[in-house]
């Protein structure tokens, strides 16, 4: 079964987290991640994954009345954004739930564990069945 993981982080408080991250905490975010992701390699549970940049990055697109892309700089709701994901393909739920908690895992600020909140998301074989 294939599972999206999420995490989110508040769109209007992702500068302010972003740089309570001394050079070394973000060595050791990366680290982490990175070990995370060769681990999911390893054991064929990998399908593609990706940290993603800031709100200031984001574009947010609408199709215009005449099918034209109408486009405006940052997400479209205010809330949280997505930070990064992962798309696993695992035997079980447990499986993906225990990968979402060692993503969550991820040393923050000082190094201690974010214990940030991360979603999983099943994805469907059949979208009509979701």
Request: hydrophobic share 40%.
């Amino acid at each position: 079964m294939k599972y999206m993981i999420q995490m989110n982080v508040p769109a209007d408080e992702w500068d302010a987290i972003m740089s309570s991250y001394s050079k070394e905490d973000m060595e050791a975010m990366f680290a982490h991640m990175g070990a995370l992701n060769d681990d999911l390699t390893a054991a064929g549970d990998w399908v593609e994954g990706q940290g993603l940049g800031g709100p200031s990055l984001v574009k947010t697109v609408r199709a215009g009345s005449d099918g034209r892309p109408q486009v405006t700089d940052g997400p479209a709701q205010a809330g949280r954004i997505l930070a990064g994901y992962w798309v696993v393909d695992v035997k079980s739920e447990d499986r993906a739930l225990e990968i979402a908690a060692r993503a969550s895992a991820c040393p923050g600020p000082g190094g201690k564990p974010g214990s940030d909140p991360v979603e999983v998301h099943p994805i469907p074989e059949d979208p009509t069945q979701a």
